[in-house]
């Protein structure tokens, strides 16, 4: 019998954990066959909250699930844990400066890298989805200088699912035919979804689609603002597409892409495509073994250079802004 992976999940009282942990209690986040152990983080006046969810945790008897913790303490919830999900976050609220946001969060994410530094796993995998996520997994990579860089990654897969089915519809193809898109950038209004090497049932998907006007004004923008049309609709944040979208980063992470396709992660730059090195900024990278790489050689015409840039100077600046209030 293998011995159980230790899995924490900040935040796990809220509507994402509640989305993403029975998911991962029932075998989806590793694999059909890997046994779990839940250390739930959360801040002291929701404890009572993640303590419910643990109840209905086992009320399913899951047969993989080997255990839960429940701790306000990072340095409890990250002892020997193997895959981090730093889903807890201090939202942006009314009024709110990007200064003040960033240095509410980094009072989350500084203290937590440092726990993750201390005490996690040497395999640690570290997935960031509270937002703004590539800048808070900047922050908690910076405080972690004993753990490789590259096990510090920011979510953009949920920006890329999104992006795949919308280029489905608008080709008439089911979502399993497309492929290689590329989120790049930040996962923010600025990100930049990039069909240029997609495929559509092994064809080009620009030359597929054909409409650069389909392209700049309705594909980017519904794929960049998709997450506050679902606010106007639901009344509330997507939650259970957020928590897929985590399941499949690290599934893919830990399990590999397909052959032929490859996927979209928010990880620390080598300096690719020109991205500045040490930016947590998404691209275009295949899986193997529990370790990805960059796809290189892609060229970018200008279209896309323009856009890529924007995204990028956005990071850049909230690396300044964060380097300025001492967080990184
Ligand atoms: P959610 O579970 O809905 O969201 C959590 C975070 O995920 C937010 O930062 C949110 O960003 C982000 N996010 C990323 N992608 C998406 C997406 N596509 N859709 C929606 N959200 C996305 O928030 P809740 O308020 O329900 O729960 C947060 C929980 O975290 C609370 O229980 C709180 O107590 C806890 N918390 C725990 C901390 C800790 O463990 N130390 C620290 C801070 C909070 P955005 O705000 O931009 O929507």
Same mark, same amino acid.
């Given at each position: 019998t293998r011995t159980p992976v230790n899995v924490t999940? @900040?935040?796990?009282? #809220?509507?994402?954990?509640?989305?993403?942990?029975?998911?991962?209690?029932?075998?989806?986040?590793?694999?059909?066959?890997?046994?779990?152990?839940?250390? &739930?983080?959360?801040?002291?006046?929701?404890?009572? =909250?993640?303590?419910?969810?643990?109840?209905?945790?086992?009320?399913?008897? /899951?047969?993989?699930?080997?255990?839960?913790?429940i701790t306000d303490d990072p340095n409890v919830a990250?002892?020997?844990?193997?895959?981090? &999900?730093?889903? #807890?976050?201090?939202?942006?609220?009314?009024?709110?400066?990007?200064?003040? &946001?960033?240095?509410?969060?980094?009072?989350?994410?500084? *203290?937590? #890298?440092?726990?993750?530094?201390?005490?996690?796993?040497?395999?640690?995998?570290?997935?960031?989805?509270?937002?703004?996520?590539?800048?808070?997994?900047?922050i908690a990579q910076a405080a972690a200088p004993d753990? *490789?860089?590259?096990?510090?990654? =920011?979510?953009? %897969?949920?920006?890329?699912? %999104?992006?795949? @089915?919308?280029?489905?519809?608008?080709?008439?193809?089911?979502?399993?035919?497309? %492929?290689?898109?590329? +989120?790049?950038?930040?996962?923010?209004?600025?990100?930049? *979804?990039?069909? /240029?090497?997609?495929?559509?049932?092994?064809?080009?998907?620009?030359?597929?689609?054909?409409?650069?006007?389909?392209?700049?004004?309705?594909?980017?923008?519904?794929?960049?603002?998709?997450?506050?049309? +679902?606010?106007?609709?639901?009344? =509330?944040?997507?939650? $259970?597409?957020?928590?897929? =979208? $985590?399941?499949?980063?690290?599934?893919?992470?830990?399990?590999? @892409?397909?052959?032929?396709?490859?996927?979209?992660?928010?990880?620390?730059?080598?300096?690719?495509?020109?991205?500045?090195?040490?930016?947590?900024?998404?691209? *275009?990278?295949?899986?193997?073994?529990?370790?990805?790489?960059?796809?290189?050689?892609?060229?970018?015409?200008?279209?896309?250079?323009? %856009?890529?840039? !924007?995204? !990028?100077?956005?990071?850049?600046?909230?690396?300044?802004?964060?380097?300025?209030?001492?967080?990184?």
């Amino acid at each position: 019998t293998r011995t159980p992976v230790n899995v924490t999940v @900040t935040g796990a009282a #809220g509507q994402i954990g509640y989305a993403l942990l029975f998911r991962i209690a029932s075998g989806q986040l590793l694999g059909a066959d890997v046994p779990v152990k839940l250390r &739930l983080l959360e801040i002291t006046p929701a404890l009572k =909250a993640a303590e419910g969810t643990a109840m209905e945790l086992d009320d399913c008897a /899951f047969p993989l699930l080997k255990g839960i913790d429940i701790t306000d303490d990072p340095n409890v919830a990250f002892d020997g844990t193997n895959v981090a &999900l730093l889903v #807890g976050a201090r939202p942006r609220t009314k009024g709110m400066e990007r200064g003040d &946001l960033l240095e509410a969060n980094g009072g989350i994410f500084k *203290p937590q #890298g440092k726990a993750i530094n201390d005490h996690a796993a040497d395999d640690i995998k570290v997935l960031v989805v509270g937002n703004p996520a590539n800048t808070n997994a900047l922050i908690a990579q910076a405080a972690a200088p004993d753990v *490789p860089a590259d096990r510090f990654t =920011a979510m953009t %897969r949920l920006d890329h699912n %999104r992006a795949v @089915t919308q280029l489905a519809k608008k080709t008439g193809v089911a979502v399993s035919e497309i %492929r290689k898109l590329t +989120i790049w950038g930040n996962h923010s209004a600025t990100q930049y *979804p990039d069909i /240029f090497h997609a495929e559509v049932a092994g064809k080009n998907a620009a030359e597929v689609v054909n409409d650069e006007k389909w392209l700049a004004e309705e594909f980017i923008p519904t794929v960049a603002k998709r997450g506050a049309a +679902i606010i106007e609709a639901r009344g =509330a944040s997507s939650a $259970a597409s957020a928590a897929n =979208a $985590a399941i499949d980063h690290v599934y893919t992470w830990v399990n590999g @892409t397909k052959e032929g396709d490859w996927t979209s992660m928010g990880i620390v730059s080598d300096g690719s495509y020109g991205v500045p090195e040490g930016l947590i900024s998404s691209f *275009p990278v295949t899986t193997k073994d529990g370790k990805f790489e960059i796809v290189q050689g892609l060229e970018i015409n200008e279209f896309s250079q323009s %856009r890529i840039d !924007v995204s !990028v100077n956005e990071l850049k600046e909230e690396r300044e802004a964060v380097r300025a209030l001492g967080l990184i």
